[in-house]
């Protein structure tokens, strides 16, 4: 059965010492998830925040990164 780390549960990025959970446990323990997954579908919590302005601050970052890489293979072809 797959186990879940607990938050916070590495020092320095490393997972000494960590404690496993089960699926159930995480769920529980998790106070303030956005995206919940299971066998019948993914569902996602709005009432935090803005998901829209949250998929348009990721979409202008995507356009940002392919302007970006645009430009430096111009410029290497010249």
Do not use: Q
């Amino acid at each position: 059965m797959p186990h879940t780390l607990k938050p916070n549960s590495h020092v320095d990025g490393h997972l000494e010492g960590a404690t496993l959970m089960t699926p159930s446990e995480a769920l529980e323990n998790c106070d303030d998830c956005r995206i919940e997954v299971s066998t019948s579908g993914i569902v996602i919590d709005n009432t935090s925040g803005d998901l829209m302005m949250e998929l348009g601050v990721l979409f202008f970052i995507c356009v940002l990164g392919l302007f970006v890489y645009a430009g430096y293979r111009w410029i290497k072809t010249k």
